[in-house]
């Protein structure tokens, strides 16, 4: 069980990282959900729930939102702030 416990939270804080990344940078560019979807490639309603840490996005999505925002996608699990 410690096991599942620790990784909920390793889950819960990369998921946090992620979104508060993707929010950021989208923000920083004066982006909407809108655009940063459309350049993506990707639905909207997938951007909202990533910066509201409720996805699970698969790698593809992952790259091609690190694409639109001008990143790697390495890039999106930081830890800054």
């Known amino acids: 069980m410690v096991r ?6 390793t889950e819960r804080r990369a ?3 992620l979104g508060r990344s993707v929010k950021d940078l989208r923000r920083s560019l004066k982006m909407t959900q ?3 979807a459309e350049a993506a ?3 909207r309603a997938l951007v909202s729930d ?3 840490k409720k996805a ?8 091609r939102i690190a694409t639109a925002l001008g990143i ?4 999106l699990l930081g830890t800054g702030s």
Do not use: Q
Not at 4 to 9: C, N
């Open 72 to 75: 790697e996608p390495a890039d």
């Open 56 to 63: 699970n996005p698969t790698l593809e999505s992952l790259c």
């Open 34 to 36: 809108s655009d940063l």
């Open 50 to 52: 990533v910066e509201r």
């Open 41 to 43: 490639g990707i639905r």
């Open 4 to 9: 599942s416990e620790s990784f909920a939270r």
């Open 15 to 17: 998921k946090a990282a």
